[in-house]
């Protein structure tokens, strides 16, 4: 048996999908209505769903402690991902104070623990993209939703120096993650997705325009990690396993925003036609211009696998895409 928190959103459903074709029983938790709600996930069915707050009772895992049960983990994806979220007492509920229960737990009995941080944590990367430890309290993430996954990290590797830790547990700062799945997540969607919809719409796409000297517009580089490498990750770290530590995890080669958006017109068979309009003024200062995880330390654990190209995971997506659209229609 594996738990899988977030298991109707955009990686805890593929996760969810990958840890059954391994033939284990999947726990799949998140609110029971999105399972029902997100048409893209209709292919899902998990041996169990349940609640997020129904797996943070003590009785849920002494029950199984009983029925001789074992938990061979836990990848704790659920989380509130939406960077413009400015409520601060919201994030640290769902997003730190949630992790930091279920991360006592898993020590409490002794389950393997594997979760979801992300490359928000850098901020403008006046630090750089490295994930050492050592340093990670100088990061100075530019909005909350960064700064609660900032503080778990931390309080982690407090907690261990505690020796309040699972067995084995490893966390992953996940860079630009883009695939099929994404159409509940609405503006926070990947470009990809976006993309997709306004090409069909309208034969042309929206891109942010530059507001940093120097950054011609489309010019904004971000590291875009296909999610099915994100899940092979994932699996590699709970399945090795990882003992612990904070690990990055992106495709390690950074890419511009005009690179994803010609791709995602060749997918289609069209010519580029993107149109540069403001960036929000509201995210504006927040806005991250550059990001490349800096991948050495998951590699040398032993994850040798190539990651997906940027073109062939747009590729893939868009042929997912066209799938879903010419069912619903």
């Keep these: 048996m594996i738990i899988v928190t977030g298991a109707a959103g955009f990686i805890g459903y593929r996760m969810g999908k990958w840890v059954q074709a391994q033939g284990y029983e999947v726990v799949a938790v998140d609110e029971l209505g999105f399972f029902d709600e997100r048409t893209e996930h209709r292919d899902f069915k998990p041996e169990q769903k349940l609640s997020p707050e129904a797996i943070l009772v003590p009785r849920f895992y002494e029950d199984l402690i009983f029925k001789k049960t074992p938990i061979k983990g836990i990848i704790h994806l659920g989380a509130c991902t939406d960077t413009t979220e400015m409520r601060v007492d919201y994030l640290k509920k769902v997003n730190l104070e949630y992790t930091q229960n279920l991360w006592n737990l898993a020590s409490k009995y002794s389950i393997p623990f594997v979760y979801a941080s992300s490359a928000a944590t850098y901020g403008a990367g006046e630090e750089g993209y490295d994930d050492n430890e050592l340093t990670m309290h100088r990061l100075e ?90 899940v092979k990750v994932l699996w590699f770290a709970l399945t090795k396993p990882l003992k612990r530590g904070i690990f990055n995890l992106g495709s390690g080669k950074a890419r511009t925003f005009l690179d994803l958006a010609t791709a995602t017109f060749h997918a289609l068979g069209k010519n580029p036609k993107i149109e540069f309009i403001d960036t929000p003024i509201e995210i504006r200062d927040r806005y991250q211009y550059f990001t490349e995880a800096n991948m050495a330390k998951l590699r040398a654990e032993g994850f040798t696998e190539p990651f997906t190209s940027l073109e062939e995971g747009v590729k893939q997506t868009v042929l997912k895409l066209k799938e879903e659209k010419h069912i619903s229609s």
């Design 141 to 230: 993430p530019l909005n909350p939703y960064g700064e609660s996954k900032l503080q778990f990290d931390l309080w982690a590797l407090v907690e261990e120096k505690k020796a309040n830790h699972p067995p084995v547990w490893s966390g992953f700062k996940f860079f630009n993650v883009y695939g099929f799945g994404e159409r509940h997540k609405g503006k926070m969607s990947s470009v990809v997705l976006q993309g997709f919809d306004q090409i069909e719409a309208k034969g042309m796409l929206k891109l942010f325009k530059s507001h940093k000297t120097g950054i011609a517009d489309g010019e904004q580089r971000r590291d875009f990690i296909y999610v099915e490498d994100v």
